[in-house]
C-alpha cells in the first residue's frame, strides 16, 4: 500500500507539479487548496496522511490552526510547512505543535526530498510504536486475570479501582509463581501512565553495588570501570512505572536511598553532585512477610508504610483451585500458538489430576506443566502421561499430618495444610466410607447434596454420582 501524502497549497502551478512529483514516486497524493478543504479531508472524512505538506497562509486562514485542531483530535502523521515569509512567533508555534519541519519558499527540490522522506519515517516508527503499546494495552487488561472464582473476582475488582486512580507507590504480595508480575504489567498498561515505560527489576538478581548503580545510574568514574554516564531505573522510568520484583532482599541502605528518592521524587547519580527530578510510579512485589521483617529490623518500617498505601495480596491456586479449568485452555491456546500444535481435547481424568494438586508453584507451575504436556502431545489430545503430578489426590505436603481412625479424622493445625485441603480431605474420607453415596455423605456432613455436589465439582473428586 501506497504512503499518503496531503498537500495543501493555494497556488494551483506549485499543487500541481508536486502532486504530479510525488504520485510518480509513488505516494498516494490528495491535494487540497483552503483550510475548509483541509478540515473537511482531515477531519470529517477521518483521513489518515502520513505526511501533511502545507503552505502556511491560505486564502482562507492559517494553516497551523488545523494542525493545533488535528493533534487535538489525536491525528497523527508528520507536518512539513512551506511559508514564503515565516516570522519568528510562526516557526516557534509551529514546533510547539508538532510540526516536524518550517522551510521557506522557494525550496529546492532535492532538499524537499529528504525532508518529506524522513517525515514519512518518523511517522511510520510513531505508528508502531502506538500500535505496539495498543497491543500490550488489550494484553494486559484487567481481565488478563483469569478465573470465576470469588478470589480471582476480588483480585480483578481491586485493579479496576486501582488503573483508575493515580496512585504513587503499591505493593503487591503473594506466593512465588502466583501472578505479581502480570499484576504489575495490567497496573501499569491499564492504568493513567501507560504512554510511559514499565521499567523492571528483580532486586534477588544483582549483588548490592550492581544494584545501586541499576536504580540509581552513576556518572564517569564513579567507580572501577565506569567509563561513561549511566542512566538509572527510576530516571527511565520517570513519567512511567518502575517495577522492583522481590523487593524484600533490597539491602537495608539502598531502602534508605529509595525512600529518599520517593519521597523527594529526585536521584543523584553515583559520583554526582545534582539531584535530577523523577516522575515514578512504583510498584514492588514480595513473597515475603514485610511486616515481620520490619519487626526482625531487615526491612525498615518507614518505606514499609510508604509502599503500603495500597497492598494487593495475591491468593495461591490452591485457594482457588475452580481457576484452573480456565488457565488451563489459555495456555494450551499460547502453547499450540508456538509450538504450532493441535491440543484441544482435556480427558476428564486430566481435570480430576489438575484440579486434585495442590499446586505449590502456584499458575508459574500449572503453566510450565500445560507447557510440557502440549509440546510432548502427538495429536488433539492432552496426554496424561506427561503431567508428572504427585501421585494421589492429596499431594504428601498438603495432607500433612492429617489421619482417620475409625469415625474420627485428625487434621493437622501446625499451618502444613491450607483450609481447602482440609475441607478437600474430609470430603474425601466421607465419600470413601459412605462409598460415594452422596445423599448419605451430605446427611454425615450435615450439609446439601447441591452443595456436596459443588465441593465434589470444585475438589475434582472421582467416582462420584
Known amino acids: 500500500m501506497a504512503d499518503s501524502l496531503l498537500i495543501i497549497e493555494d497556488e494551483t502551478l506549485l499543487g500541481t507539479e508536486l502532486q504530479r512529483y510525488y504520485r510518480r514516486k509513488g505516494w498516494d497524493v490528495e491535494w487540497v487548496q483552503t483550510l475548509a478543504e483541509s478540515e473537511r479531508y482531515l477531519l470529517k472524512q477521518h483521513a489518515e496522511p502520513l505526511v501533511v505538506l502545507s503552505d502556511m497562509n491560505l486564502p482562507d486562514g492559517n494553516c497551523l490552526d488545523l494542525l493545533d485542531k488535528a493533534r487535538q483530535e489525536g491525528k497523527d502523521g508528520e507536518w512539513v510547512i512551506l511559508t514564503g515569509y515565516g516570522s519568528v512567533p510562526d516557526s516557534v508555534r509551529a514546533l510547539r505543535l508538532g510540526a516536524f519541519e518550517f522551510l521557506e519558499k522557494p525550496c529546492a527540490q532535492d532538499r524537499l526530498e529528504l525532508v518529506i522522506n524522513a517525515a514519512a519515517r518518523s511517522a511510520k516508527a510513531q505508528r508502531r510504536l502506538r500500535e505496539q503499546a495498543s497491543k500490550q494495552t488489550q494484553r494486559y487488561s484487567t481481565g488478563s486475570f483469569a478465573g470465576h472464582s470469588k478470589a480471582a473476582h476480588g483480585v480483578r475488582e481491586m485493579l479496576n479501582k486501582l488503573t483508575s486512580v493515580p496512585f504513587t507507590a503499591l505493593i503487591i504480595t503473594g506466593e512465588t509463581g502466583t501472578g505479581k508480575g502480570l499484576v504489575a504489567r495490567i497496573l501499569h498498561h491499564s ?170 508453584g502456584n499458575v508459574r507451575e500449572l503453566r510450565n506443566v500445560v507447557e510440557r504436556c502440549v509440546l510432548f502431545s502427538d495429536d488433539q489430545s492432552f496426554p496424561a502421561q506427561w503431567l508428572q503430578l504427585e501421585s494421589g489426590n492429596i499431594s504428601q505436603a498438603s495432607s500433612g499430618g492429617a489421619r482417620t481412625e475409625g469415625n474420627l479424622l485428625s487434621l493437622p493445625l501446625d499451618g502444613s495444610m491450607a483450609l481447602d485441603d482440609m475441607d478437600r480431605y474430609i470430603i474425601k474420607t466421607a465419600l470413601e466410607m459412605h462409598k460415594y453415596n452422596v445423599t448419605a455423605t451430605a446427611r454425615a456432613l450435615g450439609t446439601t447434596r447441591e452443595t456436596l455436589r459443588y465441593r465434589i465439582q470444585k475438589y475434582g473428586l472421582k467416582h462420584t454420582v
Open 191 to 360: 492504568g493513567p501512565r501507560a504512554d510511559g515505560p514499565l521499567v523492571e527489576l528483580n532486586c534477588a538478581a544483582l549483588p548490592r553495588e550492581l544494584l545501586e548503580s541499576e536504580l540509581f545510574g552513576h556518572e564517569a568514574g564513579a567507580f572501577t570501570g565506569a567509563k561513561g554516564r549511566r542512566r538509572g531505573l527510576m530516571e527511565q522510568a520517570s513519567g512511567g512505572t518502575l517495577f522492583l520484583d522481590e523487593i524484600g532482599e533490597l539491602d537495608i541502605d539502598l531502602q534508605a536511598k529509595l525512600l529518599k528518592a520517593l519521597e523527594d521524587r529526585s536521584v543523584r547519580r553515583l559520583g554526582g553532585d545534582k539531584e535530577i527530578s523523577i516522575d515514578v510510579q512504583l510498584i514492588a512485589a514480595t513473597n515475603q512477610d514485610l511486616h515481620k521483617r520490619v519487626s526482625e529490623g531487615a526491612f525498615r518500617a518507614d518505606l514499609y508504610h510508604r509502599l503500603s498505601v495500597f497492598n494487593l495480596d495475591i491468593p495461591p491456586l490452591r485457594r482457588r483451585v475452580e481457576d484452573v479449568r480456565d488457565l488451563v485452555p489459555l495456555f494450551i491456546t499460547e502453547y499450540n500458538i508456538k509450538a504450532d500444535k493441535r491440543v484441544s481435547m482435556v480427558s476428564d481424568d486430566v481435570w480430576a489430576q489438575l484440579q486434585a494438586h495442590s499446586w505449590p
